[in-house]
């Protein structure tokens, strides 16, 4: 091991450089990290920086860039102390989520940053939160897949991006933080996951799956909906499960028998729905309504206080991992990783 930490590059803000085109991916991202990190470098754990092939802007993730990623963890999973996984801001709820299903309670540290600035421009924020993901990536046991971004170590499975012009790019809405970064580091060991032999990643090879395209979609309610949306995913064969992101505590329009047939087909055809909430603060609260009440009966699952990105990852997880529609009734409320606020 010539390294302590192995950085893996997968593209986004962090690492782009201004192009004709405007700002894109560019590779020999080690030089220009060494060369922002300065003299901090020697207060820092040692690194390598892999650059993954090819370098992709975040809004072109798919679910298979999260296996290629797990992979690429476990082939070097012996040689590192730690991993920083660099990442586009987009899509990194999603990442995040993924990889904290697939890695459980991690027996190494995985630390997802990026930034909303690359690397060497004006005000960039991406010298700070390298230096602090470095800073966690060995010396304090993080068993959670994590991201820290502006001072702030968060649950992976727990964050949203909510602003796309602010430094402050991410929040736990319903979640606590796990550590923060100011003069000191503080940590809160005792809001992170448990390792226990069963759930912790010794073996990461064999956390790895392969998710299926399409397999889960997402329908955000509006007034007015066109039936055709509800059609169209009860028709796709390869769509087995969808998230649906209501209204405040869950509620749905129980007066629209369009949507109460799309319910009802949904059942029969065996694809799970998962209720989540469009608000950011609190979680559904299914049945509290009557206009939610009718959900339970139509094996709709209860998403709690979980992130859109969470749930929808939570589910294309289960069903990689070869679970049926009763087998994710049944196990949809295992709160693996942190997911949801237990009661």
Partial sequence: MSAQVLILYTGGTIGMIQTEQG?????????????ALGMSVNTLPSFEVLEISPLIDSANITPKHWTKLTSILATHWKDYEGFVILHGTDTMAYTASALSFMLGACTKNIILTGSQIPLGMNRSDATSNLQAALSLAVFHKIPDVSLVFDGKLMRGNRIQKVSSNHIEAFQVPNDDLLGELAIDIKLHPDRMIKSNEENS???????????????????TLHPSQPITVFQSLLDDENCKAIVLLTYGAGNVPDQNPAFLSFLTEAMLRKKNIVNVTQCLHGGVSQGAYATGSILSSMNVLSGRDMTLEAAFCKLHWLIATGETYHGILEKWNTNYCGEFTSL
């Fill in 201 to 219: 990643t010794p073996l990461i090879e064999n956390r790895i799956v392969c998710f299926i395209t399409g397999a889960v979609s997402v329908i």
């Fill in 23 to 35: 700002l894109a991916p560019a590779s020999g991202l080690q030089e220009r990290i060494e060369m």
